[in-house]
């Protein structure tokens, strides 16, 4: 009975505090909002990073060898493009990532990828093309680090939430739809920017309503695809812009910039084939054969590994190459132009590229992308740059974006490489100037760098292979210790240890120091046994 | 001129591949044994073929070839 008193005079007391659980209940919802608008982030995140990245890279690397070429006719395609208006900016925007000028290579590739593709699609003349790619050039000067950062990051934000600014994403997207992968919104978008292309005047003021419009989009957190490539665009953008006003006056040269802006915009392609999906790279393979036909002239001056890449790629993509295949001519351009450029940055870029993507093949296309996005940055700042890793793209984009200098000391860049490095986990392996001595020494004759290589495989599938051998003797055994009896059936089964030959002899011959006192009991005086049993 | 060797990274190299596998006491210093005697037969073999084509130093093809044969060998 007085239980249940109290059970009413409970209830009854619960009834006014209904109201605090009420106010308690409140703020919940808005943290779920907040939740849910995190966990969106982190997942687009990667996916754009991947691609964006790879983008980049490749940009950069068609950049650093075409954009050399073309600088000033890029340039003057830029401006003009700027002039050309807002549907040419959005074309613009995304001719930006094209980049003018080797340093905004990692910019212009993502560019050209982007704006490539849509060009493409539309089918425009290549007169068109040219005009963005100009526009792309131009822009790519200045801000494309930092826009290119910005863009990787809004990206990532867009890829979580739907498309608000289809427009503006598009435009973006063209510039960073190669980096980024979207290839297909790219195409359909592209094509669009394609015609608007031809006005160069307009494309500088699209350029800078473009940038405002990225920044809003990014803001927005559009479509996910959008959001990659009007990141990117955006970036293309601001740089165009900021380019195509220092450029003003190139009217005159359109067409020869044109030329080759649609070169290094099918050298995009090429590179951003390998990223995007098939249907984009047949629709960039009918644009880029007209535009290759306009561009070849301009395409001699670049290096012959560009022009052999545009060829391949021209040649692929009529034939309608897969995916993998791209990819492949990726990795070849990749190499070439570590090769072509001969510079060991490069090189390491490319290996690393390669690295990353074999390495990261299985995770698909976006983490190359971001490799990719992360290396553009730095290409666009010198060729010097060296891509930092995966993880530390953030911090080298916005060390990128910062300074800008044109040839960043590589100083800096090993630093960072070496800073970056330790975040990856090191494979133990036996240290290659113990095994190189040991060589050398058993050989007696001078070895070739390049033995040197094959005995580190030899080594390890040796020890692959030793493993196996002693498991099983163990195992047989039914032990879970390796001891050294079987060590030394193993050695009588290769034949090292025979009834000749016992393996005593065999220490005392090629142990060092202690080892044989270790390993050989000795019976010394007084009962005594070294080492004790 | 000969170095120690690297103990704990020959165990660490058969622990990544045998997890479940552990050594004993003194038995990694006779995989050691075992590893320089592979890379005396292998440079044998490789000063043999460089030898056969008349060339003083050992070029990576001669390696090549040898590894083929003395991998081959040294299967328990």
């Known amino acids: ?136 050039e131009a822009g790519v000067l200045s801000d494309v680090d930092a826009k290119e950062g910005m863009t990787e990051r809004l990206q990532k934000k867009d890829l979580a939430q739907d498309p608000e600014h289809t427009d503006q994403m598009a435009t973006e997207s063209r510039g960073r739809a190669v980096s980024l992968s979207s290839e297909q919104r790219e195409h359909t978008r592209g094509s669009s920017y394609a015609e608007q292309l031809p006005g160069a005047d307009e494309l500088v003021a699209g350029i800078k309503y473009r940038r405002s419009q990225r920044e809003l989009s990014w803001g927005l957190l559009s479509s996910d695809r959008p959001s990659s490539s009007p990141s990117a665009a955006s970036r293309s953008l601001s740089r165009r812009s900021d380019a195509l006003s220092a450029l003003q006056p190139v009217k005159s040269s359109r067409p020869s910039v044109r030329e080759t802006v649609t070169h290094i915009i099918e050298k995009l392609d090429d590179a951003d084939e390998s990223e995007e999906m098939a249907d984009v790279e047949q629709e960039m393979e009918d644009d880029r054969a ?137 494979e133990p392996a036996l240290p290659s100037s113990l095994v190189k001595k040991i060589f050398s020494h058993y050989a007696k004759v001078p070895v070739a760098r390049d033995a040197f290589k094959v005995v580190e495989k030899c080594v390890e599938v040796y020890f692959r292979q030793l493993s196996n051998d002693l498991e099983a003797y163990t195992m047989h055994a039914r032990r879970k210790t390796v001891q050294e009896a079987d060590l030394e059936l193993l050695m009588r089964r290769q034949g090292l240890v025979t009834d000749k030959m016992p393996l005593h002899v065999l220490i005392e011959r090629h142990l060092p120091l202690e080892y044989r006192k270790l390993l050989i009991p000795v019976a010394m005086s007084g009962n005594k046994v070294i080492p004790h049993k | 001129m000969k170095r120690a060797a690297p103990r704990s990274t020959l165990r660490t190299l058969i622990k990544r591949h045998k997890p479940q596998l552990c050594l004993a006491a003194y038995a990694d210093l006779l995989v050691h044994l075992n590893f320089l005697l592979f890379l005396h037969r292998l440079a044998e073999e490789a000063r043999a073929n460089a030898f056969e084509s008349k060339s003083k130093t050992i070029k990576s093809e001669h390696t090549m070839a040898a590894a083929k044969v003395i991998l081959k060998k040294s299967r328990g």
């Open chain 1, 1 to 136: 009975m007085v239980g249940l008193e109290w059970c009413y005079s409970l209830s009854l007391s619960l009834s006014p505090p209904r109201s605090l659980q009420i106010s308690l209940a409140t703020p919940v919802p808005p943290e779920s909002v907040e939740k849910r608008g995190l966990i969106r982030r982190p997942k687009n995140r990667k996916a754009v990073n991947v691609e964006a990245f790879e983008g980049g890279v490749e940009q950069n690397l068609l950049q650093i060898k075409g954009t050399q070429n073309h600088m000033a006719e890029s340039q003057a395609t830029s401006i003009i493009g700027m002039t050309m208006g807002t549907s040419d900016t959005e074309i613009v925007l995304s001719n930006t990532e094209l980049f003018a000028q080797p340093q905004l290579g990692e910019q212009s590739q993502a560019g050209f990828s982007a704006p490539e593709q849509k060009l493409l699609k539309g089918k425009n003349p290549v007169q068109g093309r040219k005009a963005s790619n100009a526009a792309i």
């Open chain 1, 290 to 426: 007209e535009q290759e036909g306009a561009a070849s002239e301009v395409v001699k001056s670049p290096t012959s590994a560009r022009t052999r890449r545009l060829s391949r790629h021209s040649t692929a993509m009529a034939a309608l190459y897969p995916e993998q295949s791209g990819r492949k001519l990726m990795k070849e351009a990749v190499e070439r132009e570590a090769e072509l450029d001969g510079v060991a940055v490069i090189g390491e870029v490319g290996d690393s590229e390669e690295e990353e993507m074999t390495e990261e093949e299985a995770e698909t296309e976006e983490p190359e992308s971001e490799e990719l996005s992360m290396k553009t940055p730095a290409f666009i700042r010198t060729k010097a740059y060296r891509p930092s890793p995966l993880l530390s793209t953030p911090r080298s984009l916005k060390t990128a974006a910062s300074r800008f200098s044109p040839k960043p000391p590589l100083a800096q860049q090993a630093a960072k490489r070496t800073v970056m490095a330790p975040r990856r986990k090191r």
